[in-house]
């Protein structure tokens, strides 16, 4: 007390130990009362001292010994809560080495004389604010070796990813997210983080950062944290125009399209520099700005960061829209098409001239009649026409005729009347009509032109119609298109270069007759 030894007393099993040596009235106020601890065996003190107690005042609050200290380190700083003129016992593995006093914020600051500090010096500190008793001894701060070397780590890292490595680690690795330590693994080298025993995939949302942390050893600093490594994820949805085995067409942006025919779109998740995001397998809302098949707004679901072929079927005509793409995930992550057109109902006209024969038409629309391009021409024969129990004037040359000259000459027993003009001409496939000269059968020749018309959807979609199989068999094709054919350009697979087209005007009285055209430019016609 005060300095001087007033006595000793032993602690118990527990380690509690009370003294009642003193005589009554010992205190004063402003006593100072401390205690070490003495190893009865050797008869030496085994401890600093205790923290101080003043009679009759209160208890002085802890300082606060700041940041690390490396080995070499001569100043040791810190603070009190109490303010200023607060007096600093400094202890180094609890012997004192000396003392500081606070300025006027509560700041202090020890420099050694003597030496510097030593990896794994524990160091602690005490305080006396004027008016109170000393307080108890502050946290400890440990004496670091050294600052451990700063990891790195590995990038992309991607929304999905089941590992994260660090790398550089050569004791204890922390992998922070978002400045949030997830987990601590012991290795060296490479440390891998594994995805549901580390951290969770859910970690790994889009833009959160990734770093981390090495401690050397159990006296080495904890190294600063590495550089951060943002979060990859899709950036963006790219949708391209593809045919049905999914190669790009038309540089993949979608032309203008026709009701009821399909087409295909490929829808690609990309990540920020453009390249195909393999870890997405997760969904997308797709709409579009039109009515289509299937419905203009559902989910589809990617593999490996592809959609690879998608049917979309238009149900009617819209100008300007486009096909939309938003992750289900993250409503941010969207993507769209180009824009385009979806042709309306058209009304389409062909006139004929030259009086009365045989003509070879074929359907511009999409699931046109007879009854729908005839409207215009008397037929009669078949079952829709003027006059049914007529002879037929309308045929069809079938795909399974033989290929004798004789019965391709016009035979009856080859050629095909229509029996029914409600039914729906083949796309590509070309018939025969015969035009009266008196089309309206009121015993009066009609006068040139017969101009015929009909209103539909326009095909824009290829056409590959049913075709003789026959060897050097017979196709009676026609234009389903709106504009010319180049004959040049046709698919012709099995086929011959050499294609027949039946002119109303040919023939010395304009009687008609097949012309021939060869590929290149040979023959009767010059193009087709």
Known sequence: MNGVNVGTTTADGSGNWQFTGLPTDTFNNGDEVYAQALDPAAGALISAFSNFVVVGTLQTLPPVIDGEYIAGDTIISGSSIEGGSVDIRIFVNGNVIGGAETDAFGNWEFELELGSLSAGDVITATALAPGKSRSVNSDEVIVQAGISSQPTVQGPIRTGDTTITVTGGSGLVTLYIDGEAVATK??????VFEAGTDYDLGDLYRGATVTATNKDGEFSGESEESDGVTVESVETFLIEYVDSEGNILNDGNVPTQTPNEPFFVRITALDGSGETFTNFNGSATLSFGFDATPESSFTANFLDGVLAVHQIIALSGADNVSINAISQDDPTISGDSNTFDILGESEFDVTLSLGACWRALSSPIQNGTYADLLGEIWTQGAEGSNYQPGSPNIFTWPNNAPNESSEWEGSDAIWQAVTDLNEEIPAGTGFLVSVF???????????DPVTISVTGFERLADVSPELNENSDGWTLAGN???????????????LTDVAYVYDRSAGGDNSGAWLSYSVGGGGDLQTV
């Open 480 to 494: 389903p298109y709106t504009d010319a054919v180049d004959f040049d350009l046709l698919g012709r697979v099995d």
């Open 186 to 191: 012991e290795g060296s080298g490479n440390v």
């Open 437 to 447: 000269s008196d089309n309206n059968f009121d015993g009066v020749d009609d006068e």
